[in-house]
RNA sequence: GCCGGCAUGGCGGAAUGGUAGACGCACCGGACUUAAAAUCCGUUGGGACCUAGUCCUGUGGGGGUUCGAGUCCCCCUGCCGGUACCA
C-alpha cells in the first residue's frame, strides 16, 4: 500500500522469520534430569510468570510487562550459562469462561480453547523463549487429575498439633477423623452471590460485592468444602521472613492472616451454668471490664436472653441478619441491646452487664469480647451512647494524656495485685493468673479463615468425593482424573444446588452412592502449577522427584499485585501441605517475587474500555514491531513502578533499533537492505572500546539487578559512539548484539546471521546460544581523569589529569588555580579534602 | 484510622554520600532535499548580569548530621495502593 508508512527497517519480515526457527528447532527446549543431553554441571534458573487467565479479550499491554522481564532475564541467564526454566502455560477453569460461555450459549471448553489458540499466537508473536513443550492447561484432564489428587492429600491428612505439621490421617490417634482433616465439610454462614450463583470466599469478596462481577453477596448458612489453612497460619506468616519478596506484599500477608497475642477469659454467667469465653489482647486491662457483648448471632444469646429482654434481642437478631458486612462498617453510630443477664468478672466478681451489638462479630475470636470502655475506642464510643460506667485501669504514661479512651501502654491501676507493673508485665502477670485459676490461657487468634474451597458451578474440577449414607469418602487414585460430565445445560440453578446435579447418570455413583456435586474454585488449579511445569508430562506423579529437587524453588516470580493474598497464600498453603507429607524438597515456592507496575493509558488514567484509552499490543507489534514493544515495556521505567503509556516514547526506541540497523546496515536504491560497507574487521578505538565495556558490564549487572531501563539507556549510549564512526569494527558491534540479544532477540540474531556470513570468523550459531560476553576491567580506566575542584563543596573549576594522580599532587594544583584564588581571597584555607580520580574540595572561610 | 509505597526539568525517568538531570520524549536551531518525511549534527532546569563568559538558584516543605546530602537521621505536607468496628 502506497499509504503505508515506510518501515524503517524490515521488522515485519524479521519477526516472523525466527519465530518460526525458534519454534521448528525447538531452540528454546529444557531439558530435565535424566534426559540426553542435559548439562548438570549447569547452574539452573527457574522464571516464573503468573500463567493468564485466556480471557476472550486477548492479551493487554500489562501482560507483556511481566512476561518480557522474565523473557530477558531467562535469555541473559541462558547465555550466561544456566539450564534455564521459562514455561507458560493457562489458568483456563474459571468463572468469567462460564458466565461468558452462557451468554453465547457455547459450551465453556470451546470459548477456552479458542482463547487460548489466540493468546498462544500473541504470545509467539512477541518472541517470547517459552518451552512450549512444557505448557501447561488447568482444564486438561491430565493435569486436573493430579488437582484432585493434591485435594486428595489434603483430605487424608491432619496436622498434628505437636509437630505443627501435616500428616497421615491414617496416624490421627482420635476416634473422629473427620474433625481433623484439612479437607473437611462444615456448615458455615457463606458469601452466596445469587447473581453468579455460587458462593465465594471471603478473599473473594470486596466490599460486600463480588470481585468478579461485582454482584452483591449475602450470608447465609450452607454445607461446604472447607480447608483448614487456619492451621497453618502461624508458619505461613513466619515463613515469609525467608523469602525474597517485596515488604509490602509481605506486609499484605502477615495482615490478611492478621495475627495476635492474647488471652482468652471465661465468665461466668450469673443464675446460668454457661460461661463466656472471650478473647483480649489486653488481658491486663481485665479489672476494666464494664460490661460485655456477644455477637448477635453468638449461639448463647437465646439461652441467657431473659423474658423482659427476649423481644428486644430478637428484633436485633434479625435486624443486623439482613445487614451485610458493609452495612454493619459504615453505621456512623454503635447500636445494641441489654440481653437480661449478668456475667461475673472472675479477677473482682463483679457483676457486669451483657449485651449484643454489631460491632462484635462472630467470625473474629469467639464472636464475644469484655468491654473496657476506658480504654478500647469501640467499647468507649459504646458506653458513652448506652451510659454505661467507664473505670480507668490503664494510667498513660505522659502526664497531659487523657486516660478516657486511652489506648496503648501505661501502668496498670485500679487493678488489684496488677497494680503499679507498666502494660508488658502486667499482661504476664494476668495471663499467669488466669491459668493457674483455670480461667483462661494465653492464647494466639487469627483474622485468617478457613478457605471455603466449593463452588457451585461447573466449568471447575469435580470433587473425587461420592457420598453413601450421608457420609463423604475419597474415590481411590486409580479412578482419577474425575471427569465432569457432558452436560448441554450447564446453568447455575439459582438455587444452591449446583449445575452437576442435572447430569443425573453422572451423579449416580453406584446403587447406594453419588457424586459431590460441588467442583473445586479456580484457584486450585494455579495453587500447583508451577510445580508441574518441572515434569509436565509425568503421567505416573503430579511432579517427579528427581525434576522437583532439580528446579524448584522458582528463582523469580514476576506478576501484578492482585494476587497478593489470594493465588500467592493459597499456593503456598498447598506448597506446605505437600513438604509435610514428604512430596516436595522445599518449604516456600517462590524465592523471589517481584510485582510488576501497573502500566496505565497516556493519559495517566487507569486503562479501561470505558475511557478509551486501552493499548492493543497487537497494533503496536504490527507497527513498529515486537522488539519495540518489548524494548519499550522495558524502557518506560523501573519494573515496579506505575508508569504511564507514551506512543511517542516506542517511536523512541523504534528509532533506536533502527539506528543499530543502520550501524550494519544501508538501504540501497530499490529499498533492499544489505551489510553496510563501513564495517571492517579492524580492532575498535580506544573510546569505543571503553564504552562497550562499560556497556557489557553495565547491561550484565541490570539483568541481574532488573534495571531494564538503565540498561537499555546505556545501549543507547554505546549505538551513539558508533554510530558517527567512519569505519565500524565488526568485533566491537557483533560483541553489542549479544548485549542487545535478550531484549529485541528478533533484529539482534538478524544482524548477527548477516554479519556472519561476510564475516565468517565470527562463532558460529544462534546468538540466543552463544555464551554472553564478558567485560575486560582494563578497557574501562581512562588515560585521563576530570576532577572537580570545589571551594566549600561548590564546583569552582576542574581540571584534567593523568588517571592515578595522588592527593599530595592533586592538592596543590587545586590551590593554584585562578578560579580557586578568586574564590579563597581573604579566606583562611581550613581543610583540604581529596578524593582522587574525582574530587578537591578546598574548605576556607 | 492503620499498613505499604512514592515525591527530581514541559514529560517518562537517571544518579556506590562526591560535577543533579544519564537515556528517551517534546521543543528549538542547523545539515541534506525543489520541498516534505526520514536521517545526521547541535541547543534546551530556572534566573541575573558586564552574555566567547561569570554568578545566583534548584531534587514536595522545615530542621539536623557531614568538608560535601536527591541520597543518611528527625518532623511536616501531598499523592498512589491496600485494609478497616479484628477485640
Known sequence: MSSEKRKQYPFDEIEPRWQARWENEKTFRTLNPGEAGFDASRPKFY????FPYPSGDGLHVGHPEGYTATDIISRFKR?????????MGWDAFGLPAEQYAIKTGQHPRTTTERNIKNFTEQLKRLGFCYDWDREVNTTDPGYFKWTQWIFLQLYNSWVNPATGKAQPISTYPGADADSVRLAYVADATVNWCPELGTVLANEEVVDG?????????????????????????E??????DGVNWPEGIKALQRNWIGRSEGAEVSFAIAGAAEKITVFTTRPDTLFGATYMVLAPEHPLVAGITSAEQRAAVEAYQKESAAKSDLDRGVAKTKSGVFTGAHAVNPVNDAKIPVWIADYVMMGYGTGAIMAVPAHDERDFEFAKQFDLPILQVVQPSSADTDWQGFCGDGTAVHSGFLDGLPTAEAKKKIAAWLEEKGLGARRVNFKLRDWLFARQRYWGEPFPIVWENGKHRALPESELPVLPPDLADFKPTGTPEPPLAKAVDWVRYSDTATRELNTMPQWAGSCWYYLRYCDPKNAARFVGTEAEQYWMNVDLYVGGTEHAVLHLLYARFWHKVLFDLGHLTTGEPFQRLVNQGLILGEDGQKMSKSRGNVINPDAIVGEYGADSLRLFEMFMGPLEQVKPWSTKGVEGVHRFLARAWRLFMVEDQEGAWTLSPQLADVPPQKKQLKVLHETIKKVGEDCEALSFNTAIAQMMVCVNEFTGAEVRPVSALATFLHLLNPYAPHVS??????????FPQLPEGLLSELPWPEFDAKNLVDDEVEIVIQVNGKVRDKVTVPNGTAAATLEPMALDREKVKEHIAGLTVRKVITVPGRLVNIVAN
Open 749 to 758: 540474531e538478524e544482524l548477527y546471521e548477516r554479519l556472519r556470513a561476510k
Open 47 to 50: 522464571a516464573l510468570d503468573m
Open 79 to 87: 547465555k550466561a550459562g544456566f539450564n534455564v526454566l521459562h514455561p
Open 235 to 240: 508458619r505461613l506468616i513466619s515463613e515469609l
Open 209 to 233: 460485592k463480588s470481585e468478579v462481577g461485582g454482584f452483591p453477596v449475602e450470608r447465609r448458612p450452607m454445607r461446604q468444602w472447607m480447608l483448614r489453612i487456619t492451621d497453618y497460619a
